[in-house]
């Protein structure tokens, strides 16, 4: 009953591992490891969100570069378990999104599952997505069900935030209901400007977004934006929020200094987000944050700030990092694809019921 999960995300830094036990006792996880994306690699990916010339050629190179970053990820887990290769039952491998429309019918993962399943010698689950969007649903968020079913308290409602490059909620009610969708940006918009004006992948724990001030009417300006008024099931991505549709937002206003673009971003992304917490969250007396985000110390001061009486934390305060929680949702979601188990809540997706997740490559 071992399993690997593997999930690079919107933020392009790299893959995150974890090794996880799913016996009669529950879920425990044994171990997570990271590798970060060369910058090369990332480049690529990157220029991947959007149209451009020989794209079939090139996806298929950069999904062999990421999928061998995959595979050393997964010997680094096995490696530090002590394990071989033989223990493992399968591993959920999410690859990395390039383009998500729903709303057109297709969502596109980059990833060789085929050559992950050769590297690792284990049975790699893939192709997480496009069942659901296939039953009419927008194909995410997929961890709303496994927070359900690791994080539920029965009798409380209680709110996951995942903040990665595109944040998303689970509102986890007190009467067993769950409620999920995408919120809006997280890191992608951050982590781009950053980049662009230090050199830096991110903004690390807030820190140059705390020298700046944030300016209002900007703020209101990339608030506007008509997706955070759209009714769930929804989900959304670099599709939308990319450095274009900043740029288009920042044609008014010339002077900004970097700095405090910077801090207006870090506000866009706790204003979306506690919009929707205040929105469908409401009786919620604990926000639980995972992702990347949940290590900036400016954001999550600043969510806080705008849910006055819910307590705010990281997800270590539920005993898991909040580093691991996606790669643990994906080797989850592998779990119930051996099980033939579904995978989706249709209540989050919009699907037109369960359904089983993902496609089976042998070792």
């Known amino acids: 009953m071992l399993y690997i999960g593997l999930m690079s995300g919107t933020s392009l830094d790299g893959v995150d591992g974890a090794l996880v036990d799913f016996s009669d006792q529950g879920t425990?996880?044994?171990?997570?490891?990271?590798?970060?994306?060369?910058?090369?690699?990332?480049?690529?990916?990157?220029?991947?969100?959007?149209?451009?010339?020989?794209e079939i050629e090139r996806e298929a190179l950069a999904a062999n570069q990421l999928v061998r970053h995959y595979a050393d990820c997964v010997a680094m887990l096995l490696?530090?378990?002590?394990?071989?290769?033989?223990?493992?039952?399968?591993?959920?491998?999410?690859?990395?999104?390039?383009?998500?429309?729903?709303?057109?019918?297709?969502?596109?993962?980059?990833?060789?599952?085929?050559?992950?399943?050769?590297?690792?010698?284990?049975?790699?689950?893939a192709d997480l997505r496009s069942r659901d969007v296939a039953a009419g649903g927008q194909g995410a968020p997929l961890v709303p069900?496994?927070?359900?079913?690791?994080?539920?308290?029965?009798?409380?409602?209680?709110?996951?935030?995942?903040?990665?490059?595109?944040?998303?909620?689970?509102?986890?009610?007190?009467?067993?209901?769950?409620?999920?969708?995408?919120?809006g940006p997280g890191n992608a918009l951050m982590d781009g400007w950053v980049l662009q004006h230090q050199g830096q992948p991110y903004d690390?724990?807030?820190?140059?977004?705390?020298?700046?001030?944030?300016?209002?009417?900007?703020?209101?300006?990339l608030l506007n934006e008509a997706y955070f008024d759209l009714p769930a099931p929804k989900s959304t991505g670099r599709d939308l929020f990319h450095a274009d549709w900043l740029q288009s937002k920042l044609a008014g206003y010339p002077s900004a200094?970097?700095?405090?673009?910077?801090?207006?971003?870090?506000?866009?992304?706790?204003?979306?987000?506690?919009q929707a917490i205040a929105r469908d969250g409401a009786q919620a007396e604990n926000v639980?944050?995972?992702?990347?985000?949940?290590?900036?110390?400016?954001?999550?001061?600043?969510?806080?700030?705008?849910?006055?009486?819910?307590?705010?934390?990281?997800?270590?305060?539920?005993?898991?990092?909040?580093?691991?929680?996606?790669?643990?949702?994906?080797?989850w979601l592998a779990w119930r694809f051996t099980q033939r188990q579904p995978g989706n809540l249709p209540a989050v997706t919009g699907a037109m019921g369960v359904r089983v997740l993902g496609a089976l490559y042998p070792r």
Not at 33 to 51: E, G, H, K, N, V
Not at 259 to 266: N, P
């Open 288 to 331: 639980y944050v995972c992702g990347g985000g949940a290590q900036n110390a400016s954001l999550m001061a600043a969510l806080a700030a705008q849910l006055p009486g819910m307590a705010v934390a990281s997800t270590q305060a539920l005993g898991v990092a909040p580093s691991q929680v996606e790669a643990l949702a994906f080797a």
């Open 28 to 54: 425990r996880s044994l171990g997570d490891a990271y590798i970060a994306f060369p910058a090369s690699l990332r480049a690529d990916l990157m220029a991947l969100q959007s149209a451009g010339q020989n």
């Open 204 to 221: 690390a724990n807030g820190a140059w977004a705390a020298t700046g001030q944030v300016i209002p009417a900007l703020l209101t300006d």
């Open 79 to 125: 490696s530090k378990a002590g394990i071989g290769a033989d223990a493992i039952t399968a591993i959920g491998a999410h690859g990395q999104t390039i383009r998500h429309r729903p709303e057109l019918g297709f969502t596109r993962q980059l990833n060789n599952p085929a050559l992950l399943a050769e590297l690792t010698g284990i049975d790699v689950v």
């Open 257 to 274: 200094l970097p700095a405090d673009v910077q801090a207006t971003l870090t506000q866009l992304t706790a204003i979306s987000l506690a």
């Open 145 to 183: 069900a496994f927070h359900q079913a690791i994080f539920n308290q029965p009798g409380h409602t209680r709110v996951l935030a995942n903040i990665g490059g595109i944040s998303n909620i689970s509102v986890l009610h007190a009467d067993g209901k769950v409620s999920g969708y995408d919120t």
